[in-house]
């Protein structure tokens, strides 16, 4: 093995001029994005310069690799020996800057996430279920039909009606006289298809322990979970552009999260100064808010978490008291401007936060009363504004799952304990089944 070697590319063979650039393989290049892809999903994103060593040395393994199982002499590939990420960044795959990923590759790394969730995908449907609410007929086509009673007139073909009257009088050798005399059958309209649109926000837990290695030592929860929502995004985008996904991150705290930064998403620990504990009902009400600005008629919420809730919003003074005459030693926290600030420059997040305070409470598989309590209103109130919520449990903990469970009896709603290594699965059946069924369930409306 060489101790550093500076990874080359192939020359092209169409122009061997001193100014042509180098092209690096096919094969190369899938490599180099599969490297990418689980460099940028890794809790500590690596630099530009750190990146350019992972590159070169996995670019040069594959290559020994390859001439070892053609059994051939192991050989360089000259081109040049302009850095691998210098290279990437002509390519139009990287940039330098902090989010090095350009939008050219966030789409062709999910869209590989994609294709190899499809493939294994079973077709057995398990945990899914259905929306009955149908979408508004605002696709206009270019073809027309009569109208009928009951039709709305807002996509009347008025030249088509004029035209209507006037064939109509022709054939009865009527004299044309202005203002036409309009009857109910010179009426046409243009057809419209159907349009079904749904709106999702799936609530994404960045507590600390979501940051703990899969069973499989390949990653971590807050890995695989990042993984899933980025196919699922690139499918929706793909085959569903009329439907809208929303990301949230939380913690003691939430924010929305720009569907391009999902890779960089990371968990809160201990220094984030009282950020990683995990707060459901901050979730559920940043995500009541965007539904609330959203013109969906199906509309849901997906909570991904490994944990139970271990924190609330406290209104007032009163409540506050309320909780301390009960637990004299409880904690209340209230983000200052330089966590603010912090959170803002490193994660280009805004956390959502009022004027109050957030009331923290571990408590080992299970749940203080009034975190329970206040996590129940806010979701309830999502549930009165016709706003399903299913909830995903990303544990080996099949206990913390009891909790979930019923939570969701009292919102009629699903709750999921799955292996989190197959979330990409779970979460992209579930968006491709529950689109099949709202349209089913217009069907039969």
Same mark, same amino acid.
Request: neutral net charge.
């Given at each position: ?8 590319? !192939? ?124 979408? %508004?007929? @605002?696709? =206009? ?5 009569? %109208?009928?009673?009951?039709?709305? =007139? ?31 059958? @010179? !009426? ?16 994404? @837990? ?7 290695? %899969? ?144 009331? %923290? ?30 909830? =995903? ?34 979460? =992209? ?17």
């Amino acid at each position: 093995m060489r101790a550093n070697t500076n990874f080359v590319y !192939f020359q092209s063979e169409d122009n061997k001029s001193e100014n042509s650039s180098s092209e690096i393989s096919n094969e190369s290049l899938k490599q180099a994005l599969k490297t990418i892809a689980s460099q940028i999903l890794k809790e500590k994103t690596p630099s530009m310069k750190d990146l350019e060593s992972i590159l070169d040395r996995s670019l040069q393994e594959t290559t020994e690799n390859q001439a070892k199982n053609e059994g051939q002499q192991e050989t360089e590939v000259h081109g040049n020996s302009e850095p691998m990420t210098k290279y990437l960044q002509k390519l139009g795959y990287l940039k330098d800057d902090k989010k090095w990923l350009t939008k050219k590759a966030f789409f062709e790394i999910g869209q590989k996430m994609l294709e190899d969730v499809i493939k294994a995908i079973n077709e057995s449907g398990s945990g899914f279920h259905e929306t009955k609410n149908i979408g %508004l007929g @605002d696709t =206009i086509l270019d073809t027309t039909k009569k %109208l009928e009673v009951g039709d709305d =007139i807002k996509h009347l073909n008025v030249p088509k009606t004029i035209m209507n009257v006037i064939q109509r009088k022709k054939s009865k050798s009527e004299l044309i006289k202005f203002p036409l005399e309009i009857e109910f059958d @010179d !009426f046409e309209k243009f057809e419209t298809k159907e349009e079904v649109k749904v709106s999702v926000v799936y609530c994404i @837990d960045l507590s600390s322990t979501m940051r703990y290695s %899969l069973n499989s030592g390949e990653g971590t929860r807050i890995e695989a979970a990042k993984k899933a929502l980025w196919a699922l995004y690139v499918l929706n985008k793909k085959f569903f552009p009329s439907d809208s996904i929303y990301i949230v991150g939380f913690g003691s705290l939430a924010s929305q999260i720009n569907p391009h930064d999902i890779p960089y998403l990371k968990t809160y620990d201990a220094n984030d100064n009282f950020l990683h504990y995990t707060n459901y009902q901050a979730a559920l009400r940043l995500s009541l808010k965007i539904l609330k600005k959203d013109g969906s008629q199906n509309k849901r919420i997906v909570m991904i978490t490994d944990g139970q809730p271990s924190a609330c919003f406290v209104d007032d003074e009163s409540q506050k008291n309320a909780i301390l005459s009960d637990k004299p030693y409880s904690h209340f926290y209230r983000p200052d401007e330089t966590t603010l600030s912090k959170i803002k420059n490193e994660r280009d997040a805004k956390l959502d936060i009022g004027d109050e305070m957030v009331y %923290l409470c571990y408590r080992y598989r299970q749940v203080d009363p009034a975190v329970e309590s206040k996590t129940l209103h806010e979701a309830k109130k999502c549930r009165k504004e016709g706003i399903e919520i299913d909830t =995903i449990m990303v544990s080996e903990e099949a206990e913390l799952l009891s909790y979930v469970e019923s939570l969701e009896k009292h919102l009629r709603g699903r709750a999921y304990y799955i292996n989190p290594e197959k979330i990409d699965r779970v979460l =992209i059946s579930d968006f491709i089944s529950n689109k099949k069924k709202i349209l089913n369930s217009r069907n039969s409306w």
